[in-house]
């Protein structure tokens, strides 16, 4: 197994990355990512070569979960967060695009906004993602198949309102 300052420099950034999408707040995500690689050190826990990334994802998400549910996320204004993810093209058209869809995943419920992030954002197949939550194949399929319905029915919604 490579050594923590290693899996480090390899993941931080995709640790942070899905923390942001996650929690839509850049300093409860660097919270997170740190409290993370913190984990890593103390537990020390073997990991299986080449499933680092997904160990450190799961308990990404596992602790973006537990604040999620605490108090202070009620207080979060969703479709705030200015979208670090999505390099600025010189399309402004294509840009307004992926901040609609941006704005549109973050509106997912939670279960949905993780399958369709771990999905498409971070390139994991469904087996890895039904191992990294715990869950049957199927419901992450499932969740896969809701999650982009409901994408597109906000989608088709925010298009109806800038066209009123």
Not at 29 to 39: K, M, N, P, T
Not at 56 to 83: E, H, Q, T
Not at 94 to 123: G, S, T, W
Request: hydrophobic fraction near 40%.
């Amino acid at each position: 197994m490579p050594d923590f300052e290693e899996l480090y420099e390899r993941y931080a950034t995709d640790v942070l990355r899905v923390c942001y999408f996650y929690l839509g707040d850049r300093q409860k995500a660097e919270d997170v990512c740190q409290d993370v690689f913190v984990r890593l050190m103390v537990n020390a826990p073997q990991l299986e070569e080449g499933r680092e990334k997904a160990w450190l994802l799961k308990v990404a998400l596992n602790r973006c979960r537990d604040l999620w549910r605490g108090s202070w996320a009620r207080r979060v204004v969703l479709g705030s967060p200015v979208f670090e993810l999505i390099p600025a093209p010189d399309d402004t058209a294509r840009r307004d695009d992926e901040e609609a869809m941006m704005k549109a995943v973050h509106a997912l419920p939670p279960p949905f906004r993780e399958v369709i992030m771990l999905h498409y954002y971070q390139n994991f197949g469904i087996s890895d993602i039904a191992g990294m939550l715990g869950l049957p194949e199927g419901t992450i399929s499932s969740r896969l198949s809701r999650g982009r319905k409901k994408l597109e029915t906000i989608l088709q919604e925010g298009t109806r309102h800038e066209s009123a």
